[in-house]
């Protein structure tokens, strides 16, 4: 048993609690922002299945495999799967969320710089996980 | 003693034993077969990472098998029964008694894990180590998924039988002079381990009846099309292992509290810290599941619920790390292999967790989720800080076990090269993920980002794969032929090595 | 104990980007909509700025306490526990 005074312990402790709720505190804010979706964000149903990403615009067009957004517009990403659980990946711009069979998910973004970017799954969901990949091609807005 | 090569005993007579150093002889070499086995599945994932395109392996099936059974045999086949292998060896020593509580039950649970081993791997499932529904159900091939549901089943009743057991021991057989609060450390680590299995193990239990009536047919817990809830079981797996993965760190912790001590030359700085720290890590082990889950859709609420949850962790965790600094500090150290491994674990330690917090702040999961970040940050902790841990005890144990020095050059060697090849795996492996390669692809698009940093990430595993057939061949050789040890002190540290109350072993 | 005035100004700017972060509603409308990239990296690079701080002073801490406590460096002396029964 050690007989000297553990003052050093406690401060140490304490440097950590503190460090733990700033953490804590800056994640919940930056959460807080980026959950608020929009109003008057644009719906796109995406739909995982194995292997490969469908879209549906709010217009009824309909794409398999790349989807066509236009810059400096809000997306609302309604989420589901056919089969088993997937996850909707756009790297690129962070966005990330699970298409579970029988719910449907929400994430939103706001493309703001024309490009292409990778469309991947982000859970394994078998033989193709590897390649369940697309391509998000940001456009310029059609006035 | 009880591994004497020259004048060896009958092989059935350790098989048959219920002695508890028999049994812990018996885990070890068990779980270090299954360190080498899972491992090696471990380099030819490397390998066939290394560049774009199929290298050794032919199809995503076979690579999607060989990343199950690899999680599946090191988590379940090494890093556990290793730890049973030291509890089962030491825990009588350190409380005075003469074996565990329920010898009988320690052979039994023991025998349990050949049969479980061989049904996870002539199976060799596909679903990864979570065995998440609804693809489990629906999409992954039989009998394969059902063996390893049979397997896991097993494995899951043994370590319950063998946590009963420590729990009784610890508490109940104690020698009468001892209180509690002159009980080891490593032997606390075992309490706190054993309360989490008992407590944690049947909801997976559960969840993996409930997985194999889905697969049947006879029931739809998990599947949709039934009008079940696949997020259901992630709760149900996740409440099991994320306390799981204390049950893994917190004996390797408790094994550093074995070496650091000694190799400095004075005691532990904080003998109540420790205890206390245990305690905590066990209760609060249960607090942080859902972080596993932050991408399935969960509310901004449950997650802030759970985020708190991982973090109130962390300073339970800190104060081992505390501990240990403090207990070096003033020290005078010998830096023999043990106590090498023993600190180039608690300093990964420090790394794992620091990236743990970052996982936990919600929005970053969204970077991070599924990606090869996790994958680094999960083996800092499981090889950088559990196999540090156990390979540092297990070379401290070699003179108690076998009477015989190991080769104190090779240890070291083996100790620098898996250093430095583990952070050149798993700390590129945290940038590699920040760069979006998600986890559990047999191929990927040729960025060449991707590829230089799957290159280095391999030729860090071959340099891990090299160190550990040199430690392979040290442990043999020397088991057999090494220097005899001076048992009394075989580090040279002035000490006692072992506690004073020795093993005995009845057949000796 | 100098670096340390440098270090807790560093440290205070880090917690006051958000503050004033705070101070913009997220916007509704076209052109002000937040850029979740930005929120996240952010915050992401605040985190391992803190991350590799504290790293370097435990990381720090446990190279100098190994270079200056092996028992072959010159000063080492024996610890006060040495010649007693501390091991048990």
Known sequence: MSGHSNYPEWIYVAVVIALMAWVGAEAWNAERLVEHIPEGAEVIKVTGQQWFWTFEHEDGTKEIGELHVEVGKAYKFEIMSKDVIHSFNIHDYVVLMDAVPGRVNTVWFAPTDVGEHDIQCREYCGLIHYNMRGTLYVEEAST | MVLELEKPRPIWQIMFSTHHTDIGLLYLISSLAFLFLGGSLALAIRIELFAPGAQIIADSMTFNRIFTVHGTTLIFLFIIPFASAVGNYFVPIMVRYKDMAYPKLNAIAFWMIPPAAALVWLGFADFTWYAQPPYSIISAPGPAADMWIFGLKILGVSSVLGAINFVITILKCKHPDMSIGQVPLLAWSFLATSVIIIVAIPTFAAALLMLLTDRLGVSGFFNPAMGGDPIAYSHLFWFTFHPEVYVLVIPAIGMMYEIIPRFSRKP??????????????????????????????????????????????????AMHVFN????????????????????????????????????????????????????????????????????????????????????????????????????????????????????????????????????????????????????????????????????????????????????????? | MKGMFELLLILAVLVMIPAVDLAFAAGDEPGEYLDRRVIIWNLFFRMMTVAFTVGAVVAGTMIWLVWRFRESHPKAKPTAYEGTDWSN
């Open chain 2, 324 to 508: 240990f600094i403090a207990t070096m500090w003033n020290g005078r150290i010998k830096f023999s292999t043990p106590m090498m491994w023993a600190v180039g674990g608690i300093a990964l330690f420090f790394a794992a967790g620091a990236g743990g917090v970052v996982n936990s702040a919600m929005p970053l999961d969204f970077s991070t989720h599924d990606s090869y970040w996790v994958v680094g940050h999960f083996h800092l902790f499981v090889m950088g800080t559990i196999a540090f841990g156990s390979i540092g005890y297990l070379y401290y144990m070699f003179p108690y076990v076998t009477g015989r020095m190991y080769n104190e050059t090779a240890g070291k060697v083996h100790f620098f090269m898996s250093f430095v090849g583990t952070i050149l795996v798993f700390f590129t492996q945290h940038i590699l993920g920040l760069f979006g390669m998600p986890r559990r692809i047999f191929d990927y698009p040729p960025i060449p980002e991707w590829i230089a940093m799957n290159q280095i990430a391999s030729v860090g595993a071959m340099i891990i794969g090299v160190s550990m057939a040199i430690f392979l061949v040290n442990m043999i050789y020397s088991s057999g032929k090494g220097q005899l040890a001076d048992t009394e002190d075989p580090f040279g540290l002035g000490g006692k090595y072992y506690y004073p109350f020795e093993a005995k072993n009845p057949h000796h």
């Open chain 2, 268 to 317: 532990i700085y904080s003998y109540n810290s420790g205890v206390f720290a245990f305690v905590m890590l066990s209760l609060v082990a249960f607090s942080s599941w859902a972080h596993h889950m932050f991408a399935t859709g969960m509310s901004f609420t449950e997650k802030t619920v759970f985020m708190v949850g991982t973090l109130a962790a962390v300073p339970a965790s």
